[in-house]
């Protein structure tokens, strides 16, 4: 029997589609051989199974010179497409390392581009899968040009849609920016690196050796420089850590984060969060148990969560809903605020403020942290961006004072004077400009020096300012916070005052945008 024509068209389709989708089979050996997955492996990981469509498979570069005319593969080193994520629309684009190292030429960035500006006018999130050789030599500023495209659609993109980076792979010099230009930048240990110069250009410059993982790996970027939000073991729970993160936030910046059905606290009663606190401010204690006690099932998603550890920034659920939490973290540096962590609170404030993502603020701060690097560092500018953070955002604001609340950073961690929509405080609150004894060494120095016995009459002074300024009350009669509350409570009063602020609008000044500290 003889096969009509369109019979033997489809077959040939199925053919080149089937060879763009497996790829060399030498090739893919030599990446699992890496302990890496294929861009396609990837893809069925991130997206709900079957979803994915995929854009521009055909695609071949048209550059001639260095022998590519003789090497033109479907796809051109880059998947790009949409499908589901829990049932919702996501974008992505994911690197072929298998095809030119996954290096990018103009081919390859036309189709990223237009993935990106796919997702931008659908409003739905956009998911990167990162693992690329940089630009592609043999096709010189071409493929410079495709990077600026790039850069310039993440910045278009940033506020309006969630952006998430997967590193996977190499990812050095320029397309670097691309990465930190989104909102979320996960990595792979072992397998994933960033750098802007490579090992060798520092030691020909520097005389510096170091690997790529200690120049760039996963946990240099997640402890040390801040670049990587989160790092995992291996690129399965990565994706799945991906999935779980797209699932509290909103498609869009005119959408607000999907609700799901109430989870249960760890403990219904509350009556552990009476016992997790200290009276004695001097003495430590893990935030964490605080948050896992508030919040829907005591599960959070901490973002940075090993970089400028005195402050914890977390998504999470209270009675269904998603809320960004800012919290000092006294266990490390006693939550004192310094320039890694006011920047780090200060762009999580702006992210969840970008995507309608309500605030909840847990204060325990003994005030900014002092010294010569610090003040040369910049510290007055980097607390001025928690500071604009917190007083641009317009989302529902509610701070909570646990125990210590002193001096500016005290008023930086969105304290009823910048604007927060509701402030509350535990009993165990001092609310003050500084310490007592700090304070008492101050205000009665002179008291102090006369007396015959200057450290009885310091303790006694101390005692009495204490009383007099600094009790769990002061500040409520004041009308500075507006109710001193059981911690047992923490839970009914957050999800209370949250649905009452669910339908907040704030008009904000007209202005193109504001000029935030540097």
Known sequence: MKLDDGTVRAAELRRIRDEAHEGSARATEQQHAKGKLTVRERIALLFDEGSFREVETLRRHRATGFGLEDKRPHTDG???GWGTVHGRTVFTYAHDFRIFGGSLGEAHATKIHKIMDMAL????PLVSLNDGAGARIQEGVSALAGYGGIFARNTKA????????VMLGPCAGGAAYSPALTDFVFMVRETSQMFITGPDVVQAVTGEQVSQNGLGGADVHAEISGVAHFAYDDEETCLAEVRYLLSMLPDNNRQLPPGVPS???ADPSGEALRSLVPSDGSRPYDMRRVIEEIVDD???MEVHERWAASVICTLARLDGHVVGIVANQPQSMAGVLDIHSSEKAARFVQFCDAFNIPLVTLVDVPGFLPGVDQEHGGIIRHGAKLLYAYCNASVPRISLILRKAYGGAYIVMDSRSIGADLSYAWPTNEIAVMGA????????????AAADDPESTRTQLVKEYKAELMHPYYAAERGLIDDVIDPAET???LIGALAMLREKHAALPARKHGNQPA
């Open 78 to 80: 880059v998947v790009t």
């Open 158 to 165: 940033s506020g309006v849609i969630p952006q998430i980076s």
């Open 491 to 493: 839970r009914d009063v």
């Open 298 to 300: 005591g599960e959070h």
């Open 437 to 448: 004894e700090g304070a008492a060494n101050v205000v009665f120095r002179r008291q102090i």
């Open 121 to 124: 006018a659908a409003g739905a």
């Open 263 to 265: 989870g249960a606290p």
